[in-house]
């Protein structure tokens, strides 16, 4: 079955470094468009930023200059490069999966889900 693990996350400091990566198996990863979500206590899941199989990359205006996501579809893993963090930043991350080639494609949606991994950003 599909199976999203992500791993990565832990504390830095304001300013600081973190890659973020998921390991998937079970679907054809190469050909899904792959996204990094994140979500914090009493708030909604917030879309960070997502790669399609076309390698086109959205970001939401929050990170947008900060993060980047890349994947390796040889291996079938999905990264997020995180840089200068901020302490609004802290979140738990979640990697995810809608089976569409396009991110874009309308009524697609993200249904598969990781476990997903603290992120901690302390000033």
């Known amino acids: 079955q599909e199976q999203l693990v992500e791993s990565g996350g832990g504390s830095v400091q304001a300013g600081g470094s973190l890659r973020l990566s998921c390991a998937a198996s079970?679907?054809?990863?190469?050909?899904?468009?792959m996204g990094w979500f994140r979500q914090t206590p009493g708030k909604s899941r917030e879309e960070v930023a997502t790669?399609?199989?076309?390698?086109?990359?959205t970001y939401s205006d929050s990170v947008k200059g900060r993060f980047a996501i890349t994947r390796d579809n040889a291996r079938s893993i999905l990264y997020l490069q995180m840089d200068s963090l901020k302490p609004d930043d802290s979140a738990m991350y979640y990697c995810?999966?809608?089976?569409?080639?396009?991110?874009?494609?309308?009524?697609?949606?993200?249904?598969?889900w990781g476990q997903g991994t603290q992120v901690t950003v302390f000033s």
């Open positions: 995810a999966r809608n089976p569409a080639t396009r991110c874009t494609r309308p009524g697609s949606q993200f249904r598969s």
């Open positions: 079970g679907f054809s990863f190469r050909w899904s468009c």
């Open positions: 790669s399609d199989s076309y390698r086109n990359s």
